[in-house]
T-cell receptor, first 117, second 114 residues
Framework: DTEVTQTPKHLVMGMTNKKSLKCEQH?????MYWYKQKAKKPPELMFV???????INESVPSRFSPECPNSSLLNLHLHALQPEDSALYLC????????????????FGPGTRLTVT | AQSVSQHNHHVILSEAASLELGCNYS??????LFWYVQYPGQHLQLLLK??????LVKGIKGFEAEFIKSKFSFNLRKPSVQWSDTAEYFC????????????FGKGTRLSVIA
């Protein structure tokens, strides 16, 4: 199984709502990532978890709150978002964040398309 | 820190034309190189990857890329494009030095016309 799954596929939320995005992988990977992607732009890294601990936070606003409950699951909690936060949110995983070569290969999920109204 | 340059913002080709998309990176150490494709409205898919060994890498859908270490380049090629190759192509690099993020280029949009 080389799949990263993300739910929901689409999400529309108001600026006062609280919602969560979910990501799951069963490849035994110990590194998981959240990216934000605007149309026709490359993915921008938001957070990295390594062995269930937050290792990189790319100065993301606190209205985005990541959580890694176990090695297979990654959540992104959303609260008080702005319309400019509308984007495709991608989750990815890799074997680790260290080592050589193949350890770094990231497997991407299909993304959650978020619209903030 | 690493950076990735993709020289072509938008490439327009006729079907059956040959394709070469440029990718250059800046990093002095050992790198891992990737090309991803994103079809309109779809998610990222890995086209091919290079870790070590033969610098000519073959990927899916007839794509290949050549790693030229002296030029810090990893250009993507396809001998004959099809309309279905219309997509956004991203080159990405990560270093073999622990906890370094995957760095993407800005992407090249390929439009294939009949």
């Amino acid at each position: 199984d080389t799949e990263v799954t993300q739910t929901p596929k689409h999400l529309v939320m108001g600026m006062t709502n609280k919602k969560s995005l979910k990501c799951e992988q069963h490849m035994g990977h110990r590194a998981m990532y959240w990216y934000k992607q605007k149309a026709k732009k490359p993915p921008e890294l938001m957070f990295v978890y390594s062995y269930e601990k937050l290792s990189i936070n790319e100065s993301v606003p606190s209205r985005f709150s990541p959580e890694c409950p176990n090695s297979s699951l990654l959540n992104l909690h959303l609260h008080a978002l702005q319309p400019e936060d509308s984007a495709l949110y991608l989750c990815a995983s890799s074997r680790t964040t260290g080592g050589v070569g193949p350890s770094y290969e990231q497997y991407f999920g299909p993304g959650t398309r978020l619209t903030v109204t | 820190a690493q950076s990735v340059s993709q020289h072509n913002h938008h490439v327009i080709l006729s079907e059956a034309a040959s394709l070469e998309l440029g990718c250059n990176y800046s990093y002095g150490g050992t790198v891992n190189l990737f090309w991803y494709v994103q079809y309109p409205g779809q998610h990222l898919q890995l086209l091919l990857k290079y870790f070590s060994g033969d610098p000519l890498v073959k990927g899916i859908k007839g794509f290949e890329a050549e790693f030229i270490k002296s030029k810090f380049s990893f250009n993507l090629r396809k001998p004959s494009v099809q309309w279905s190759d219309t997509a956004e192509y991203f080159c990405a690099v990560t270093a073999n030095s622990g906890n370094t993020p995957l760095v993407f280029g800005k992407g090249t949009r390929l439009s294939v016309i009949a």
